[in-house]
């Protein structure tokens, strides 16, 4: 399974965010889209999966125009988890989670055996399942965050899509965000596409990086040819190293001293 955009413009109003873009996102892999603030990217990622319209281009689905799928057959390809997202207070974990079903259901039918089988997967495989008697309101941010990806999860997506997941989060929330996305991708092969703030999360977790600046894409590729000292002073005006570390498989980021 593919997406893929082409020739996008995305505006708001008289404002236009986003244009000339191609993007093509793949199932099976970690797709990270990076850039600096209010460069297009949580724009990009909306238009890709129909919660914003364009003026102009095309997104396309395994080459069918997305334009042409129902609500619940999309739901059924792809899951997206937006950067705010909230549930009545007093509902419980395993409720939220079971509501990532109703793709797969009529309006009047309940949970079937099958739907509590992939309801129960979808918390097991993201360490929620200790939670599910548990109300929403008494779970932590790093909890809840793990909730949410559990209820797009049980939509059985081929491709996840991710705004900014780590918002919000402590460091240690942060890094179990992104062992959660990386251990689903390796174990589930579900495609992951994520908009990330933090480089070294991308430079870690991702296969594919798509840089974007000015809602134009300035470039992509793999992490390593990707993150560079001369994209990130073309892109975000800081001035680094990216250092090899010995018995370490992806770089780091070394950012100059501050004088």
């Known amino acids: 399974m593919e997406i893929r955009g082409e020739h996008l413009q995305i505006a708001y109003g008289d404002y236009i965010a986003v244009s000339e873009m191609d993007i ?31 003026k102009s281009g095309a997104v396309y689905l395994d080459d069918r125009d997305l334009k042409e799928f129902s609500t619940k057959e999309l739901a059924r390809r792809i899951g997206v988890l937006p950067q705010v997202h909230s549930a009545p207070p007093d509902f419980q974990v395993k409720e939220l989670v079971g509501y990532g079903r109703m793709p797969y259901q009529k309006w009047y039918q309940q949970n079937s055996d099958e739907d509590k089988k992939i309801i129960d997967w979808a918390m097991k495989s993201t360490g929620v399942w200790h939670l599910r008697e548990k109300s929403i309101n008494e779970c932590s941010g790093g909890e809840k965050q793990r909730v949410w990806i559990a209820t797009v999860l049980t939509q059985q997506p081929e491709i996840l899509f991710l705004d900014e997941p780590t918002t919000y989060l402590d460091i240690s929330h942060q890094l179990e965000t992104m062992k959660l996305v990386k251990k689903l991708n390796r174990e589930s092969g579900i495609g992951v596409v994520m908009v990330l703030h933090d480089l070294s999360h991308a430079l870690e977790v991702s296969d594919w990086i798509v840089v974007i600046k000015d809602g134009k894409k300035y470039g992509e590729g793999a992490p390593k040819d990707v993150i560079t000292p001369k994209m990130m002073k073309e892109v975000y005006d800081v001035d680094c190293d990216i250092v090899t570390v010995p018995g370490r498989e992806k770089p780091l980021i070394a950012y100059r001293e501050i004088n």
């Open 24 to 54: 093509h996102v793949q199932k099976g892999k970690v797709t990270s889209i990076i850039g600096p603030n209010g460069s297009g990217k949580s724009t990009v990622l909306k238009g890709l999966t129909r919660l914003l319209s364009y």
